[in-house]
T-cell receptor, first 114, second 114 residues
Framework: EAGVVQSPRYKIIEKKQPVAFWCNPI?????LYWYLQNLGQGPELLIR????????DSQLPKDRFSAERLKGVDSTLKIQPAELGDSAVYLC????????????FGPGTRLTVL | AQKVTQAQTEISVVEKEDVTLDCVYE???????LFWYKQPPSGELVFLIR??????QNEISGRYSWNFQKSTSSFNFTITASQVVDSAVYFC???????????FGQGTTLQVKP
């Protein structure tokens, strides 16, 4: 069974530029998560989708971040415009859908904003 | 509020030594889930174990064992006869039984020297 796929693995951009990250969850997993991981810290949830619906986006900075999960499968996370402080690893995870189900993580996208 | 504390920031051991990684959690949920993940230098979070709040049985998987004690709100992880390949950052996480949201600790960096 294929794991969570993310692309790109690395992205370097200049501040004020837009950037997008893509995630394909494990087949059959209804719930999809985007996490932010700063250097030396644990991941923090940005947004959680159940199928197409964003059920928890309370930690997503909506002035510059947006996300979508069309058709309840793949998801895209966008930042526009990027700031220096956005440099971090963006992790995508998926689970079957019940609370407490194991979340499986992708390899992440390491973003560097110059 | 939910919180996970991993008091050990870094641990260094010599190969074949046993090592225990501590995890203390706080939650008001009666149903919750505890997880351990491993993050090797490659960056991907690898799932190790999941326990629910109703199952306090300790678990052993090869060289890995976990000690869950609700009385002290702890979920400690022991590696027996450590190996260089065990070098990584280890995260303990608490999952809500209501929302499934994961709260991660700060992580413990384990270095196993040959």
């Amino acid at each position: 069974e294929a794991g969570v796929v993310q692309s790109p693995r690395y992205k370097i951009i200049e501040k004020k530029q837009p950037v997008a990250f893509w995630c394909n969850p494990i087949s059959g997993h209804n719930t999809l998560y985007w996490y932010l991981q700063n250097l030396g810290q644990g991941p923090e949830l940005l947004i959680r989708y159940e199928n197409e619906e964003a059920v928890d986006d309370s930690q997503l900075p909506k002035d510059r971040f947006s996300a979508e999960r069309l058709k309840g499968v793949d998801s895209t996370l966008k930042i526009q415009p990027a700031e220096l402080g956005d440099s971090a690893v963006y992790l995508c995870a998926s689970s079957r859908g019940q609370a407490g189900d194991t979340q499986y993580f992708g390899p992440g996208t390491r973003l560097t904003v110059l | 509020a939910q919180k996970v504390t991993q008091a050990q920031t870094e641990i260094s051991v010599v190969e074949k030594e046993d090592v225990t990684l501590d995890c203390v959690y706080e939650t008001r949920d009666t149903t919750y889930y505890l997880f351990w993940y491993k993050q090797p230098p490659s960056g991907e979070l690898v799932f190790l174990i999941r326990r629910n709040s109703f199952d306090e049985q300790n678990e052993i998987s090869g060289r890995y064992s976990w000690n869950f004690q609700k009385s002290t709100s702890s979920f400690n992880f022991t590696i027996t006869a450590s190996q260089v390949v065990d070098s990584a950052v280890y995260f303990c996480a608490l999952g809500s039984g209501n929302t499934g949201k994961l709260i991660f600790g700060q992580g413990t960096t384990l270095q196993v020297k040959p």
